[in-house]
């Protein structure tokens, strides 16, 4: 089986001389498909820089990034523009929603500037919205949503041109926990009924123990791997892990979504 994604040797380096600070130093590893794989780490450790190194909004230094066989460092123009649109959904701690826009108009935004038919956008959006719980929510302007309701559109707008993959930065960043638990089993249940592969930055233990692996990093390299024994171990089983690893890097998370 190819992996989906395949990092290779990445590295992103700010500065220069002794000021400089290595971001991303060397890092390499895989998600295959149906993977639900995590990033963990301090602030500072490169989590963010790696996924906007994938998303291509960051541009590294040296090292490969490919995506279903193709490095994504060659693409230009419309291809860029459909890796950037088809092949990743992107969802963002602080949900990014057009304020202008309902959440129907939100989540069918990509579609309409990839050129998907109306009908097949509209039964995907039926779909999605039934799904995450947010069909009597698509009416409303984003001003009129809570937390959970935002990140929820935020994700069926991640979800609806069916990526290959799906990048979460921080998403329970802004959400209290019994929407961060929602929104986690969510994701969960996607990852398994549907076999979307995910691959979710955090620096939440909690958010984090819905994965199925997890890698540590600090200062720039992988620092641990942790993979949870399905489905022998159970979720409070592998938070603990968790836990213990993140003492060792200085973090942790104070309760369990």
Do not use: F, S
């Given at each position: 089986m190819e992996p989906v994604l395949k990092i290779e040797s990445l590295k992103k380096y700010y500065g220069r001389s002794k000021n400089q600070t290595k971001a991303l130093d060397g890092i390499s590893f895989q998600v295959m498909p149906g993977e639900f794989?995590?990033?963990?780490?301090s602030s500072g450790s490169g989590k963010s820089t790696l996924l906007n190194c994938i998303a291509t909004v960051t541009r590294p230094d040296s090292g490969s990034i490919t995506m279903n066989g193709r490095q994504i460092q060659t693409l230009k123009g419309a291809e860029l523009a459909d890796y950037?649109?088809?092949?990743?959904g992107y969802l963002f701690q602080n949900f990014e929603l057009l304020d202008n826009l309902t959440g129907?108009?939100?989540?069918?935004?990509?579609p309409s500037l990839h050129g998907v038919p109306e009908r097949e956008s509209r039964k995907r959006l039926e779909h999605l919205a039934s799904y995450l719980g947010v069909t009597d929510v698509l009416p409303k302007f984003p001003a009129q949503m809570s937390g959970g309701q935002k990140q929820r559109i935020a994700a069926a707008r991640a979800l609806i041109l069916n990526p290959g993959l799906i990048l979460a930065d921080e998403p329970t960043g802004a959400l209290d926990s019994g929407n961060a638990k929602a929104l986690m089993e969510k994701l969960s249940c996607?990852?398994?009924k549907e076999n979307a592969a995910i691959l979710i930055v955090t620096h939440d233990s909690g958010a984090a123990s819905y994965c199925r692996r997890i890698l540590f990093i600090q200062d720039g390299v992988i620092f641990h791997e942790l993979r949870r024994c399905i489905p022998e171990e159970s979720r409070q089983e592998f938070y603990s892990r968790?836990?213990?690893?993140?003492?060792q890097l200085g973090g942790g998370s104070a309760n369990v979504l």
């Open positions: 794989l995590g990033i963990m780490g950037r649109g088809k092949e990743i129907r108009e939100n989540i069918l935004l990509p996607l990852n398994q968790i836990l213990n690893v993140m003492a």
